[in-house]
């Protein structure tokens, strides 16, 4: 089918009360094993590059790559270009043929983020590519102040002026969740989501989303969490599945390892889509 949009799928996902799994990706396989697990598990999911993965591949390749099986696909699945810092990343992103990109200004002070996401976003309409930005700041799960210190999540009050001022079309939010491996189990705030899912008038963002606990997960989800972003957990599927086909003497050399290993990592994806799909939507 069709490249599908992020708006349609956030949107869609949100009247319809199931995540959609966001998953990191950084070569041929790592696509092609998202878009299995789609496949099979009949819902759509959103492939998504950070940037900072450029030194190993290029923008313009792994849009290539993600934006191609996703037309082969018969599930609905989009592409987005992550964590962009700056307006430049952003725009080299549109440039690239990603059809959606983050601009993340949340290090900055409110009104320069709220600047600096307007201006991605008016740029990123000429060219009718989406928009995620993101208000509060999602650390690091390293630091234990990043998932503890309320000061550091998302102003509720700040949400709804902060989108209608810069036309982005889903939020990413800081609720108790940060970004790689957590020191500790996080408590997401469970009012705050509630509150900024009545504020904010487009589909809310989850980052940080390996190391959450399972019933967290499905919390986000019933309180209207759309969009559930997952990379840690799933390079370390991947890499358990290269080694554990590595150990059972796979054939073929790289391509059989490379087959062999395919099934680890696209179960890990299926099973994270079935955490964020509590009532069994199917297409």
């Keep these: ?20 799994a966001a998953v990191n990706v950084f070569n041929y396989e790592t696509v092609k094993w998202v878009a299995q697990a789609a496949e099979r598990e009949r819902v759509p999911v959103i492939i998504q590059l950070y940037p900072g993965f ?17 037309a082969q696909s018969p599930v609905p ?16 992103g549109i440039k690239a043929g990603f059809p959606s990109v983050m601009v993340d200004g949340s ?40 998932i503890t210190d309320s000061g550091k999540y998302t102003s509720v009050a700040q949400a709804q002026e902060f989108v209608e001022k810069t036309g982005c079309g889903s939020l990413a939010v800081a609720v108790g969740n940060a970004h790689g491996e957590y020191i500790q189990a996080p408590s997401l705030d469970f ?20 190391g959450i606990p399972h019933d967290q997960l499905r919390e986000s989800v019933r309180l ?7 990379a840690t957990e799933y390079f370390q599927a991947c890499c358990q599945s290269v080694a554990g086909a590595m150990e ?13 290993a395919a099934q680890g990592a696209v ?13 069994g939507f199917s297409l």
């Design 107 to 146: 290090a900055l002070p409110y009104e320069e983020n709220l600047a600096l996401t307007a201006a991605v976003t008016r740029t990123a309409a000429v060219f009718g590519v989406d928009v995620e930005a993101e208000l509060g700041h999602v650390g690091s799960g390293a630091r234990l102040e990043d």
């Design 248 to 260: 059972a003497g796979a054939k073929g050399g790289l391509p059989g390892l490379m087959e062999e």
């Design 77 to 92: 699945i989009a592409v987005h270009l992550d964590h962009s810092a700056s307006y430049e990343i952003a725009v080299k």
């Design 224 to 230: 209207g969490m759309s969009k559930f972003n997952i």
């Design 191 to 210: 009012g705050r989501i509630a509150a900024l899912r009545k504020a904010a008038p487009v589909p809310l963002v989850l980052h940080g989303c390996s």
């Design 54 to 70: 450029e030194s190993y591949i290029a923008l313009e390749h792994i849009a290539a790559i993600a934006k191609d099986l996703a």
């Design 267 to 279: 179960d890990f994806v299926r099973g994270k889509m079935r955490l964020l799909n509590p009532n």
């Design 1 to 20: 089918m069709p490249l599908a949009k992020v708006k349609d799928i956030l949107t869609h996902a949100t009247e319809n009360h199931y995540g959609v």
